[in-house]
């Protein structure tokens, strides 16, 4: 968490040099409004759009890069990773953490641990997501299943589940007379998510009791692992997406600018090489001043 908050002071004294205005969305969700009315708003400011993810090619590596794109571009550091910096042999364990969120007006941050399935990471970022919406900091071990104690964790899941899968949708496509497994499969794939949060809006819809429900989640969990454990994709190795792109962008314009030294750069960004700096660059998206670095620079 310590590199994510330098980076965090980094951009946030970045976008105040470029006089950025603070980010309106930061707080401006209160515990008391309505989980429906407000998983609407953020849904509508991100352009999270249920039609938009029926026509995705996968309802799982495709949805989750287009989800984590729509919150970079409303403002949104996020930043995916499954290993202790750029170290691939520490890898981050999902049963210690799944992410954290660290709000701020001018550069939100939102942490997803890569380790963690790719079902799982899409409801982690909506988690964090209703924390910053909400203007809080935290550090969440979440899942769809969890009954967690605190005020604040109880409704940022209800607000991770609503985003996802609107529940007046559910009701609408449920089919009460299909086997579960078939049900919980046809709506993951037409809402892009798991099937463990499938599960849990099948329980808020009542086509599940809550002495159902834990049984069935810990069978799809056990069947979700073992297709799972040998999947992988270069997406969440690239440092692009550990770094998040919008992270990458303003390091990247700042440092071609001569407004940051190079050994600050490669401090934050975790490494030394020329050469991986030039990746980066490619790979985080076009900046202003991209045609200013030459072969021969050198730090």
């Not at 008391?32 to 090619?57: C, H, K, M, Q, Y």
């Amino acid at each position: 968490m310590y590199i994510c908050q330098q980076r965090q002071e980094w951009f946030h004294d970045f976008a105040r040099s470029e006089r950025e205005d603070p980010l309106p969305f930061v707080g401006s969700i209160a515990l008391t409004e309505n989980v429906e009315s407000a998983a609407a708003r953020i849904r509508t400011a991100l352009g999270f759009d249920i039609e938009e993810r029926r026509r995705l090619p996968t309802w799982t590596t495709d949805a989750l890069r287009r989800f984590i794109e729509q919150a970079d571009a409303v403002g949104v550091l996020v930043m995916v990773s499954g290993v202790v910096r750029n170290n691939n042999r520490r890898k981050l364990d999902p049963d210690e953490f799944r992410g954290f969120a660290l709000a701020d007006e001018l550069a939100p941050l939102v942490f997803v641990n890569g380790a963690d399935s790719k079902s799982a990471q899409m409801f982690t970022l909506a988690h964090e997501l209703a924390h910053i919406w909400l203007g809080q900091s935290a550090l969440s071990d979440v899942r769809p299943a969890s009954s967690p104690s605190n005020e604040v964790e109880i409704w940022c899941n209800r607000i991770a589940a609503e985003l996802l899968v609107p529940l007046e949708a559910v009701r609408q496509e449920y089919r009460a007379r299909a086997a579960l497994h078939d049900k919980t499969s046809r709506l993951a794939r037409q809402f892009k998510v798991s099937t463990l949060v499938v599960l849990r809006r099948i329980r808020d819809a009542g086509g599940l009791t809550r002495e159902q429900f834990p049984q069935a989640y810990e069978e799809e969990l056990d069947r979700l692992g073992a297709i799972e454990k040998g999947s992988g994709g270069d997406f969440y190795l690239t440092q692009a997406a550990r770094l998040g792109k919008r992270f990458a962008r303003a390091i990247v314009r700042s440092t071609l600018e001569g407004q940051t030294s190079f050994t600050e750069a490669f401090r934050l960004l975790g490494f030394k090489k020329m050469a991986t700096f030039r990746r980066l660059k490619s790979a985080s998206g076009p900046s202003e001043s991209q045609a200013t670095l030459s072969e021969g620079m050198t730090c």
